[in-house]
């Protein structure tokens, strides 16, 4: 089975320039959410869907953070621009809200981005 | 104040010993959910074991079981036969809401423990 999967696994950016996470979720997974990990603030919920909808994006820092989710299968987190403070671990993840099982979040690989 | 509380920033344990890490969180919905992860030194996030909160029996996975004490508030991580691979960051997560469309609902995150297994 394959997991979810994020791309790309690095990315090294200057500060201004934009850039684009990806995230493909586990298939027939109905929820999708976007993390950010730095040392100093933990694990932090920027944004979650559900069924392709945002429905929380209060944890988005700003208005230079945005994410789609076009289709079941596929979300994207962008920053626009970029700043040195942006620099972390962004994991994508997701889940199954069906009546049976944990509902646990099932990550993906994350990304590490560094922005100088 | 922190929903979910993990005191041990560091944990050392002798290989093949069992190590407990803990885990104390608070709510006030009956229905909520226990979890944990594990984060190796390779950074992905794996799920480990899952607890609901009317569960009667306590959760167990492998070498992995979590002791449940509700009354307490309290969810720990009972790895036994700890293996040099164990050595890891460990994260205990709640989700609060129904075990139904569990997946609807955001997990809050503890802030780790670091557990070191020695040789």
């Known amino acids: 089975d394959a997991g979810v999967i994020q791309s790309p696994r690095h990315e090294v950016t200057e500060m201004g320039q934009e850039v684009t996470l990806r995230c493909k979720p586990i298939?027939?997974?109905?929820?999708l959410f976007w993390y950010r990990q730095t040392m100093m603030r933990g694990l932090e919920l920027l944004i979650y869907f559900n069924n392709n909808v945002p429905i929380d994006d209060s944890g988005m820092p700003e208005d230079r953070f945005s994410a789609k989710m076009p289709n079941a299968s596929f979300s994207t987190l962008k920053i626009q621009p970029s700043e040195p403070r942006d620099s972390a671990v962004y994991f994508c993840a997701s889940s199954f809200s069906g009546t049976s099982g944990s509902g646990a979040q099932y990550f993906g690989p994350g990304t590490r981005l560094l922005v100088l | 104040a922190q929903k979910i509380t993990q005191t041990q920033p560091g944990m050392f344990v002798q290989e093949k010993e069992a190590v407990t890490l803990d885990c104390t969180y608070d709510?006030?919905?009956?229905?909520?959910?226990l979890f944990w992860y594990k984060q190796p030194s390779s950074g992905e996030m794996i799920f480990l074991i899952y607890?609901?909160?009317?569960?009667?029996q306590n959760a167990t996975e492998g070498r992995y079981s979590l002791n449940f004490q509700k009354a307490r508030k309290s969810a720990n991580l009972v790895i036994s036969a700890s293996q040099l691979g164990d050595s890891a960051m460990y994260f205990c997560?709640?989700?609060?809401?129904?075990?139904?469309?569990?997946?609807?609902?955001?997990?809050?995150f503890g802030k780790g423990t670091k557990l070191s297994v020695i040789p």
């Open positions: 997560a709640m989700r609060e809401g129904p075990g139904s469309g569990a997946g609807s609902y955001q997990l809050t």
């Open positions: 298939s027939g997974h109905d929820y």
């Open positions: 709510t006030s919905d009956p229905s909520y959910g």
């Open positions: 607890q609901g909160s009317y569960d009667q």
